[in-house]
T-cell receptor, first 112, second 112 residues
Framework: GESVGLHLPTLSVQEGDNSIINCAYS??????FIWYKQESGKGPQFIID?????DKRQGQRVTVLLNKTVKHLSLQIAATQPGDSAVYFC???????????FGGGTRVLVKP | KAGVTQTPRYLIKTRGQQVTLSCSPI?????VSWYQQTPGQGLQFLFE???????NKGNFPGRFSGRQFSNSRSEMNVSTLELGDSALYLC???????????FGPGTRLTVL
């Protein structure tokens, strides 16, 4: 069935290095993706989104890349900081836009 | 602008009881969605309300229900609680649906 999933459950990264979190999706008709960050004890926090008419979108220290050919998107975090330690989810709205389907999540651990 | 608020933040109930959780969306947001988050199942969509009507529903039993008021505030109810209902229940709001959803901090429900 349709799904949005993540390749790596845990990513350990040195402070100051770049992080790359991957996400695969199965529905070629998918046209909108959202990345969320969830810190311990908190709700998911919006990071960045991208529509299918774009291949790349940049925010503050984050970049999302969308490869529609292989149905894959990635979130890149530049100069990873301790505050970036969290679980990151990719999500896709379905059913008239407001049923979010989440990937399994990737935990990012930043080593000092 | 204030974010999404949820009350209570923590609840402890026993099997067979019922519980009501409350969510106040961001001012001006008319769509409210509910999600259940557990370690085993991840983030799963429960239902979405827009203009006091349930617009989307996930695959949860009828023990899970909700409603939305004219001021867009929403409540969800779980009747006849089971141990497996222990989870973090998250509420998210968006303007009308199809845009980014913003999440509240969640209500941590523990069923004993």
């Amino acid at each position: 069935g349709e799904s949005v999933g993540l390749h790596l459950p845990t990513l350990s990264v040195q402070e100051g290095d770049n992080s790359i979190i991957n996400c695969a999706y199965s529905n070629s008709a998918s046209d909108y993706f959202i990345w969320y960050k969830q810190e311990s004890g908190k709700g998911p926090q919006f990071i960045i989104d991208i529509r299918s008419n774009m291949d790349k979108r940049q925010g503050q220290r984050v970049t999302v890349l969308l490869n529609k050919t292989v149905k894959h998107l990635s979130l890149q975090i530049a100069a990873t900081q301790p505050g970036d330690s969290a679980v990151y989810f990719c999500a896709e709205p379905k059913a008239a836009g407001n049923k979010l389907t989440f990937g399994g999540g990737t935990r990012v651990l930043v080593k000092p | 602008k204030a974010g999404v608020t949820q009350t209570p933040r923590y609840l402890i109930k026993t099997r067979g009881q019922q519980v009501t959780l409350s969510c106040s969306p961001i001012s001006g947001h008319r769509s409210v969605s509910w999600y259940q988050q557990t370690p085993g199942q991840g983030l799963q969509f429960l239902f979405e309300y827009f203009s006091e009507t349930q617009r989307n529903k996930g695959n949860f039993p009828g023990r899970f229900s909700g409603r939305q008021f004219s001021n867009s505030r929403s409540e969800m109810n779980v009747s006849t609680l089971e141990l497996g209902d222990s989870a973090l229940y998250l509420c998210a709001s968006s303007l009308t649906g199809g845009e980014v959803q913003f999440f509240g901090p969640g209500t941590r429900l523990t069923v004993l």
